[in-house]
């Protein structure tokens, strides 16, 4: 099964992102993708709530969902969409951070809500609230697929092992980390929290990332670590995106899920313990 990573720069604007995923999936198309994926928040990189309150939509009128829905049908591909930033009905007037898996035939599969808020000081000059733009999600969610289960995750999710864990002893063989991972703690823990995953649950990791510069951000420009990495259910880092913009191909043989498992199989040997002294 190939698939195939689209590594992104997303602004600020979903007209304009929409034109480039198109753009981008009709080249992984071409290229023989079976599965194509992109990166957290695909349609809009801001830092203003107002801007995106302006340009976003609720997920029932979403003109980059409706259209990415026709386009992975015109395809013939799975499409996971890393993530989309789509208005809530809530009251609060919170976005959603959502995961969509789209079928061959254009049918919305599964829905993922970002569980995990990166409510984070990086440096004291950067900071990010996420959880004052985005409600977070209560829900792990599997997806079918023709080519195994897919067990989703948004980003700092990959940081919670323990949601790793559930999907994969829930049956996942591929866990998707979608990424919009700052630069300065891509630099740090990128590599080492996606192949840990890899290691932990014996899933292939397919983690699509946002890179570079992004325009248009108030209070400073966001730059994302770029490095879409996809990583193999034994450890090995199978492909590597760099920095640029692009599309990057992997070809997955889900065997080999199974056969890392009957190695070590540390998913099978939970045992239930005490919680260490002084925290009841
Ligand atoms: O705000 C948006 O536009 C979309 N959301 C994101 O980009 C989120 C929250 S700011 N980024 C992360 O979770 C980075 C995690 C990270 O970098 C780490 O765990 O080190």
Request: hydrophobic letters at 40%.
């Amino acid at each position: 099964m190939r698939a195939a990573l689209l590594q992104m720069t997303s602004s600020d604007d979903p007209g304009e992102n929409l034109i480039t995923v198109k753009a981008m999936l009709a080249e992984a198309a071409a290229g023989g993708a079976e599965f194509v994926l992109t990166p957290e928040v695909t349609n809009c990189v801001s830092t203003s709530r107002r801007h995106q309150q302006a340009v976003l939509h609720h997920e029932e009128d979403d003109p980059t969902l409706a259209a990415l829905q026709i386009a992975a049908a015109k395809h013939g591909v799975w499409l996971l969409l890393g993530s989309l930033a789509v208005k809530t009905h809530d009251s609060d007037g919170r976005f959603a951070n959502r995961q969509f898996l789209i079928s061959p035939q254009g049918e919305i599969t599964a829905r993922y809500d970002k569980i995990h808020m990166f409510d984070v000081d990086v440096t004291p000059e950067e900071t990010y609230r996420e959880s004052d733009g985005y409600r977070p999600g209560d829900r792990a969610v599997l997806a079918e697929t023709s080519f195994g289960r897919v067990g989703m995750s948004i980003c700092y999710d990959v940081r919670f092992g323990h949601l790793h864990r559930a999907l994969a002893k829930a049956g996942a063989d591929i866990l998707t980390v979608p990424a919009a991972f700052s630069h300065v703690t891509g630099a740090a823990h990128w590599y080492t929290l996606l192949r840990a995953r890899a290691i932990e649950t014996g899933c292939y990791i397919l983690a699509p990332a946002q890179t570079g510069k992004h325009s248009a951000c108030v209070g400073g420009c966001r730059q994302t670590y770029g490095h879409s990495l996809v990583v193999a259910p034994w450890g090995e880092v199978l492909s590597d995106a760099g920095i640029d913009p692009g599309v990057s191909y992997v070809d997955l043989d889900v065997k080999k899920v199974s056969e890392a498992r009957r190695r070590i199989p540390a998913l099978t040997h939970d045992r239930k313990f005490d919680e260490p002294d002084g925290r009841k």
